[in-house]
């Protein structure tokens, strides 16, 4: 038994030193969450909120719409405690993300971002151009400039970006958050990001 413990001590010694690297990888991760870039046009709460959620999601997913409706309960009840940032990341599958996206951002342009992208959830999956554009005339955007916009795809290297960011973050599909930098994927029940949440505001303090 002791020849035995003297052949394997190097090898505990090697197990414990990659755990120990682990733990360290995984607090360090705590201390220095990733850095997001947060378009206000696509925040919505307070700017001083100690808990930020960014949400990653894609206009034809439906698990994304279904998430709509828990981050909405959610904002109701911490109204003061939680802004979401509603971040691009249109799939591959989904050949009409990217124009939905565009389209929001153009109604962003006109000061009506979210308004417009409520919408696209409650229409999805209609997005085609004449869609688009009769969502815009709905909520009483200036058609001419909306449609300029949209035509050009002013707005698609943005939803590109977000796209890249979420990439090098680790989102990998949708719907993806991460609230005050931790990681939480699906459209999970209210119980789960309400623990969350609860979670950060009590490391926050």
Not at 28 to 43: E, G, L
Request: proline share 7%; with cysteine; net charge positive.
């Amino acid at each position: 038994p002791a020849r035995l413990v003297t052949r394997l001590r190097p090898r505990l010694f090697r197990v414990a030193a990659v755990l120990l690297l682990l733990g360290w990888a995984a607090a360090a991760a705590a201390d220095n969450p990733p850095r997001f870039t947060a378009d206000p046009a696509m925040t919505r709460g307070p700017a001083g909120a100690p808990v930020t959620i960014f949400e990653w999601s894609d206009y034809q997913c439906p698990f994304c719409r279904e998430a709509q409706q828990v981050m909405g309960r959610l904002q109701a009840e911490f109204p003061d405690k939680i802004k979401i940032t509603f971040k691009d990341f249109p799939l591959r599958s989904h050949n009409r993300a990217v124009p939905a996206a565009v389209a929001a951002r153009c109604a962003g342009a006109q000061g009506r971002y979210w308004e417009y992208h409520d919408l696209l959830f409650l229409a999805q999956p209609d997005f085609s151009r004449e869609d688009l554009l009769g969502n815009a005339r709905r909520l009483g955007l200036d058609p001419e400039s909306f449609a300029q916009c949209f035509d050009t795809a002013r707005f698609q290297d943005a939803v590109l970006a977000d796209q890249r960011e979420g990439r090098e973050a680790g989102v990998r599909a949708t719907p993806t958050f991460f609230i005050n930098g931790r990681k939480i994927e699906g459209a999970l029940p209210i119980e789960t990001f309400r623990e969350a949440v609860q979670q950060a505001l009590r490391e926050a303090r």
